[in-house]
């Protein structure tokens, strides 16, 4: 074995490269991001100026801040300092300026893990919250025959910042903006009714904003509440930061998007297929397993197949806090199914390799038929004996981030 | 037979791994896996020529197709 591919892993946990040999035949096509171009901190501090003006407009006695979590790969520390040094010459002291975690039902954070997407200073000095479904009020928002219900300090902050990251997002079109009030900061019963709406094919588009059904509903519902400011982050590669856009939850999102889509997107893919084995990585979004399926999101997105029909597909998942946790998804959650062969494949086969969780765990998510590898070389030795020689193989290193034309 | 009778033989009809049994009246569909997106795109259809109506995009929330009693109701409504 003289080939060899490297696949980041670890996001929040490390974040290395981590090299893996591979049979010598193997003819390989790496679809990486392009090499990271650093959004510098001044420019940071000057998109940030707006919120100045805002502030100025508003005159707000108090400050809530609305993150994403964990799953979400945006480390926050670079706009946070910026924006809250902003805050207190503004003449907020540190009592008036809160944080609130946008979790929708996944799991609550940690003070650790609070540390890693604030930072360990800002974590240490403000209040934090981690959203709960039940800590919610009715809003004026309307959807069926319900009334929609929000975060009670979102609903009680004087003034709202929403600082997220822009990942492709399987029916949001992308992360961030509209979408982290709205499932991110609402009751149980919206939250599973806008999942419940998307898996029933109602609305919802990978890749796309601009006429995007669920995002247009969502933004009519965030108008309702308020949102007095936005800031959306996209992210290289390698999780550093390539640009931020701020303003307006919609023209700033709309933007973010734009870039991120023109960053995130490979074009030729199928030129220069079919594949017989395509490497979907999960990172950066792989703490955990049930987010794992955000790795094929190139497959997902192919308008033209790239995959030979007896194609296999290779998901990898660092998988740093195990098995995840999602209200809705998990075992015994309200939309929670036995695993099936999941249908955009098309038959072929799905084999997973993660060496920090077990077969146990994989399994209630994953459907029987599917393979589940914790060791390189018994993976390799499995594929060898399943693809043809000289196979053609694409590798998708950051795959829950990259779309395809 | 009646419209639960046919919407139920419509949706089971192909399913080979219905290790669930059949739904009742009042189950989610959806969360036992008997309808998905590419399902639904096929029930509307099944529907709309069956019984002569037209799904219209406003009808399209999970209220009006997630349990067999809400696809009958909303059938009814729609004649």
């Not at chain 1, 407009?57 to 979590?69: M, N, W």
């Not at chain 1, 025959?145 to 709202?160: E, G, I, P, S, T």
């Amino acid at each position: 074995m003289k080939n060899k591919i490297i696949l980041p892993r670890g996001a929040w946990y490390g974040d290395i490269n981590i090299l893996y040999f591979v049979p010598s035949d193997w003819q390989i096509e790496n679809f990486s991001i392009p090499a990271p171009q650093i959004f510098p901190d001044q420019a940071i501090a000057a998109s940030l100026l707006s919120l100045k003006t805002e502030l100025e407009k508003h005159k707000p006695g108090s400050v809530l801040i609305v993150t994403d979590d964990l799953t979400r790969p945006v480390s926050l520390q670079p706009i946070l300092r910026p924006m809250l040094e902003i805050l207190h010459q503004a003449g907020f002291s540190d009592n008036q300026i809160s944080f609130l975690i946008g979790l929708g039902s996944h799991k609550a954070l940690t003070p650790e893990m609070v540390a890693k997407k604030l930072g360990k200073d800002a974590a240490a000095r403000y209040r934090w919250y981690n959203h709960q479904p039940a800590e919610t009020e009715e809003t004026e928002v309307v959807w069926g025959q319900n009334r929609v219900k929000l975060n009670r300090h979102y609903l009680a902050a004087d003034f709202r910042i929403v600082v997220s990251g822009l990942t492709p997002h399987s029916f949001a079109g992308f992360s961030g903006g509209a979408k982290m009030l709205f499932p991110g900061l609402a009751d149980m019963p919206t939250i599973a009714r806008t999942h419940k709406s998307v898996l029933m094919g109602f609305m919802g588009q990978l890749g796309e904003t601009a006429n995007n059904k669920f995002r247009n509903l969502i933004e009519d519902f965030t108008r309702t509440v308020g949102l007095e400011y936005f800031v959306g982050v996209v992210i290289n590669g390698d999780r550093s930061i390539h640009h931020i856009e701020t303003g307006d939850f919609i023209e700033a999102h709309r933007r973010a998007a734009q870039v991120a889509r023109k960053l995130y997107l490979h074009n030729g893919v199928a030129e220069k297929g079919p594949f017989d084995l395509v490497i979907v990585n999960a990172y950066p979004k792989d703490t955990e397993l049930l987010q794992a399926e955000n790795a094929f999101i190139p497959i997902k997105s192919a308008s033209r197949p790239f995959l030979k029909e007896d194609a296999i597909v290779l998901l990898t998942s660092e998988c740093s806090d195990g098995f995840g946790h999602h209200g809705l998804f998990e075992p015994d959650g309200l939309l929670y199914r036995p695993p099936k062969p999941l249908n955009f494949l098309k038959g072929r086969q799905l084999v997973f390799f993660s060496d920090s969780i077990n077969e146990h765990d994989f399994y209630k998510a994953y459907h029987e038929q599917d393979k589940f590898f914790s060791d390189w070389d018994e993976l390799v030795e499995y594929l060898t004996g399943k693809l043809p020689e000289n196979p053609k193989v694409a590798v998708f290193p950051q795959a829950s981030l990259q779309l395809t034309e | 037979m009646s419209i639960q009778d046919d919407v139920l033989k419509f949706l089971t009809d192909d399913t080979t791994d219905n290790e669930t049994g059949n739904p009742g009246p009042d189950d989610s569909l959806l969360e036992a896996g008997i309808i998905d997106s590419v399902k639904m795109l096929e029930l509307i259809a099944f529907i709309e020529k069956t019984y002569g109506i037209k799904v219209a995009e406003e009808d399209l929330f999970p209220e009006n197709f997630d349990t067999l009693n809400a696809i009958e109701t909303f059938i009814n409504s729609k004649k």
